[in-house]
Nanobody, 121 residues
Framework: QVQLAESGGGSVQAGGSLTLSCVVS????????MAWFRQVPGKERESVAAINPRDGPTYVAGSVEGRFTISRDNAGNTLYLRMNSLKPEDTAMYYC??????????????WGQGTQVTVSS
């Protein structure tokens, strides 16, 4: 059974940093596009960053470019999102997701339960 479990969220002041982790189980994550999304209540879910299978090209949304970095460990079992220079507008529930194959045609079938990030000004 495929499972994703996020951790690392919390409350920080603007300008601070956090690293989110997503532990994957039930499949070989190296064959999957892995991504981070975020959502604020009442707003649409937003794609934040994605990494292609076998450490292929990564994608980072313009709103976080230069501040957030997506990566995964060599075993492919843990996905990370390093978030620097956090802003209040980064406040959201952050989710990791997985889709078989390339990120370009990803249909994210697997989702974690989310971890809350709150940035105060």
């Amino acid at each position: 059974q495929v499972q994703l479990a996020e951790s690392g969220g919390g409350s920080v002041q603007a300008g601070g940093s956090l690293t989110l982790s997503c532990v994957v189980s039930g499949y070989t994550s190296g064959d999957y596009c892995m991504a981070w999304f975020r959502q604020v209540p009442g707003k649409e879910r937003e794609s934040v960053a994605a990494i292609n299978p076998r450490d292929g090209p990564t994608y980072v949304a313009g709103s976080v470019e230069g501040r957030f970095t997506i990566s995964r460990d060599n075993a492919g079992n843990t996905l990370y999102l390093r978030m620097n220079s956090l802003k209040p507008e980064d406040t959201a529930m952050y989710y990791c997701a997985a889709a078989r194959g390339s990120c370009a045609s990803a249909d994210f079938a697997y989702w974690g339960q989310g971890t809350q990030v709150t940035v105060s000004s």
